[in-house]
């Protein structure tokens, strides 16, 4: 029986791309489990298949084998309709590079997930919110190239956060920042993560930003284990 802040469950999940001769297992054995408020940083060396295990999470791609549960319903048997309506509902992604649209300012960018959302009543309101809430009250007009990186960073993350997710995915969030403005971007995942009641699951390379996780989980040779001394 899952506990009820269970939102996230992952139970056996293997993972091989290609078959035969070209055969490439990548995950086996995965299990997670993740409630609502958790943050988990997920580290392990390049093409150990951290991307792999984010991809599955965030429902853009399929595992071989086990099963997915999200707030305690199956999401093994949806098709691809289905799994993208609930990925656009649930799940806030945030990656390397921000992937703004250079025509369009940072308002408009952080509203374009709400536009296939049925129950988009509020969210220039809640863009509006969110901009300010991380400091970019003044730049709301401006376009990507107008913004710094660390700025433009912080509209890719309100424009995840715009439809309410259960769950934000952080794939290399602070790849491309300053130290500075790595630890400042991580300082904000982990507020907006407790503000807006949302697990945070971020795959990193600094152990900067893991160690400032809950949880430090390790991928090695395909198994997922808690790093040694993480909490
Ligand atoms: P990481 O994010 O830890 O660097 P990845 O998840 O990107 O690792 O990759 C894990 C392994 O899976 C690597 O050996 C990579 O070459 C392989 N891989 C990733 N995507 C594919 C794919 N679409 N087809 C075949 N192999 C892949």
Do not use: W
């Not at 054995?29 to 390049?46: F, Q, R």
């Not at 949880?215 to 993480?230: C, I, M, P, Y």
């Amino acid at each position: 029986m899952d506990s009820p802040d269970t939102l996230l469950k992952l139970t056996d999940i293997e993972k091989i791309y290609g078959s035969g001769d070209a055969a490439t297992p990548v995950l086996s054995d995965i299990a997670l489990e993740v409630n609502t408020g958790d943050s988990i940083a997920i580290v392990g060396p390049s093409g150990c298949g951290k991307s792999t295990l984010l991809n599955l999470i965030g429902l853009l791609d399929t595992p071989t084998s086990g099963s997915i549960h999200f707030n305690g319903a199956a999401l093994d048997g949806f098709n691809e309709i289905e799994r993208a309506a609930f990925r656009n509902r649930s799940i806030g992604f945030v990656f390397q590079l921000h992937h703004l649209l250079p025509q369009c300012t940072a308002l408009e960018n952080v509203l374009v997930p709400s536009l296939v959302n049925s129950d988009r009543s509020n969210a220039p309101e809640r863009a509006t919110h969110l901009l300010e809430r991380v400091g970019l009250k003044d730049r709301m007009g401006s376009r990507p190239s107008q913004l710094s990186g660390g700025e433009r960073q912080r509209v890719a993350v309100v424009r995840a956060l715009i439809n309410r997710p259960k769950l934000l995915l952080a794939d290399e969030p602070t790849g491309a920042l300053s130290e500075e403005g790595s630890a400042s971007l991580t300082g904000l995942l982990l507020e907006l993560s407790a503000e807006e009641k949302m697990a945070l699951i971020v795959v990193t390379h600094a152990n900067a930003v893991a160690q400032k996780m809950d949880t430090v989980l390790e991928l090695r040779n395909g198994k997922l284990a808690l790093q040694d001394g993480s909490r």
